[in-house]
């Protein structure tokens, strides 16, 4: 039966509703080979750790075509936010990002993130993406819409203390530390289901968190990377579930770098 012609995999992501664009991870199974020659398959794609659509379909290798492929409409699209990484780029460049399409930017640098703030368009939505200083804290929180950085637990009482002066609520998602790395900051899962208690939240009420982010190691293993994408992603819906159940703001999942997907 291997020997037999296949649908092409785009084909299938076409049917399934996705575009041009493949998912980073998809599988195939065969099901049956009819007396007809066609054959029932089913497929899954796989967005990092998500499946993003499932379904079946016929393939018919005598014309290699897929055929009666049910996925639906998926709604992965809505789910996922891509931020463009505008650090070290200038405004010329970000805007370029934002005429194809770009809406969400990242800056790891206090000063740049306050020059380009004054530069782009007021639609544009800032995160801060860098490892934050406290110092600098009464800088960034004026303009970012998301902090991806809260690593420790002085970030959580300086931004509080900020965002009450200006009267507003800092969306932020909390750092996890997954990585075999020490250069990387941030609480273990252990530490951040700890720290997250009620008593905690009661207690920065100008903090709003929506979330987790975390790297993995800067390694070639791909079974290591994904490994620490799932430790990741596990303690998200342990705090779901624990912490935050109810709370539909917390629903952010902020993983790796470019160079991961």
């Given amino acids: 039966k291997t020997a037999r012609a296949f649908p092409d995999i785009r084909e299938i992501a076409a049917l399934a ?137 002085r970030l959580f009482d300086e931004v509080e203390k900020c965002a009450a002066k200006i009267d507003k609520v800092q969306d932020v998602l909390i750092e996890l530390h997954v990585a075999q790395e020490e250069s990387k900051s941030g609480f273990t899962p252990e530490e951040a289901i700890e720290l997250l208690s009620d008593e905690f939240i009661a207690l920065h009420p100008h903090i709003r968190i929506c979330g987790v982010m975390g790297m993995a190691s800067l390694t070639d293993d791909e079974v290591k990377i994904r490994a620490e994408f799932k430790a990741i992603k596990t303690t998200f819906e342990r705090l779901k579930d624990e912490v935050f159940d109810g709370c539909d703001y917390f629903c952010e999942v902020s993983m790796g770098m470019s160079g991961d997907y």
């Fill in 17 to 153: 509703g996705l575009g041009e664009e493949l998912p980073s991870h998809y599988h195939i199974s065969a099901k049956t080979w009819r007396d007809d020659g066609r054959l029932d398959g089913e497929v899954t794609f796989d967005y990092g750790m998500t499946t993003i659509g499932e379904g079946s379909f016929v393939f018919d290798p005598a014309t290699g075509e897929a055929l009666d492929a049910p996925f639906g409409n998926p709604d992965w699209v809505e789910e996922i936010t891509l931020v463009g990484a505008s650090k070290i780029n200038d405004a010329a460049a970000c805007r370029e990002a934002i005429a194809a399409g770009i809406d969400v930017l990242g800056e790891n640098r206090v000063q740049e993130l306050t020059a380009k703030y004054e530069q782009l368009p007021a639609d544009i939505e800032w995160h801060f993406i860098g490892n934050l200083q406290t110092n600098k804290v009464k800088m960034v929180v004026p303009h970012a819409t998301l902090i991806h950085s809260m690593a420790n637990e």
